[in-house]
């Protein structure tokens, strides 16, 4: 048997049902373990006819979870675009005694969201804001656009401001900080590690501007995570070879800081857009 490469202009494209995620697993810490798939092939299409479609873009862009495990039970930091993802996530840490999970969600963007049914018998906790933004685009049956999140999972727990979570002999800080999207992104910071999971409050290589007319609160909420002890910074969108060896740290939301604050203070620069 022999491959062959000649797929068309738009590359190979496997059925759904035939497609296995590209998962590369990182092992950060005795107990932290990052998942990360995508941006290593660039452009190679999946799911959709068409390029057009949000698992395609994050995928391009590449996109990771975490779990901080210990005993029988893990925090799972985000489940991915699609339910393949997060199972593969759940599979992955049942193999070495994993039997009960605990999912946050940081935010409402499909690729944070997209796989909780993998983890539909554990708690699943959000925001406030983003829960009801969520409950509301499911009763609308309004999602991203193709493919279909289904079944798509809601979360069963919502907070509406900062909380301590013990987890194991872990005492975690989960931070609401009002950035990026709309209901609020959830940051994780582990006092023991010194370390921000951060969702995409900060990402590499740049941060999406989803909502223009907010940046200044954004630049302020980012601000608030200055104020931890934080040695590391763990993004679901970075180079892979960098998170892999925990390679960003607080320079990195200065640098989300910077840029942001840049963009807002030449926006009436003539050819701005351009």
Not at 111 to 131: C, K, M, R, T, V
Not at 249 to 254: A, G, P, Q, V, Y
Not at 264 to 270: C, E
């Amino acid at each position: 048997m022999s491959f062959s490469f000649n797929h068309g202009p738009n590359g190979f494209r496997p059925k759904r049902e035939n497609w296995i995620p590209s998962i590369r697993t990182m092992q950060l810490s005795d107990n932290v373990l990052c998942f990360h798939d995508g941006r290593t092939r660039v452009g190679e299409p999946i799911f959709a006819v068409t390029d057009e479609n949000w698992v395609q873009i994050d995928m391009d862009l590449g996109t990771a979870a975490y779990a901080l495990f210990e005993g029988d039970q893990a925090l799972i930091m985000d489940t991915m675009l699609v339910p393949e993802q997060a199972s593969y996530m759940r599979a992955r840490l049942e193999s070495i005694g994993v039997k009960k999970f605990i999912v946050v969600n940081t935010h409402i963007d499909p690729d944070h969201i997209g796989g909780n049914a993998a983890f539909a018998d554990s708690e699943i906790i959000s925001l406030q804001g983003s829960y009801e933004i969520l409950a509301r685009l499911k009763k609308e049956g309004q999602f991203w656009g193709e493919p279909t999140i289904d079944p798509f999972v809601l979360p069963n727990t919502h907070i509406d401001k900062d909380e301590i979570l013990e987890f194991g002999s872990y005492k975690l800080k989960l931070l609401k900080v009002e950035a990026h999207q709309k209901g609020g992104s959830l940051c994780v910071y582990i006092p023991e590690y010194k370390a921000a999971i951060v969702g995409d409050v900060v990402e590499d290589s740049v941060n999406f501007i989803i909502h223009p007319q907010d940046i200044l609160t954004g630049i302020n909420e980012t601000k608030r995570l200055l104020d931890f002890d934080i040695e590391h910074v763990l993004p679901m969108h970075g180079d892979p070879e960098k998170m892999s060896r925990v390679m960003y740290n607080k320079d990195f939301i200065l640098a989300a800081i910077n840029y942001q604050q840049a963009l807002y203070d030449r926006v009436k620069d003539p050819a701005y857009l351009d």
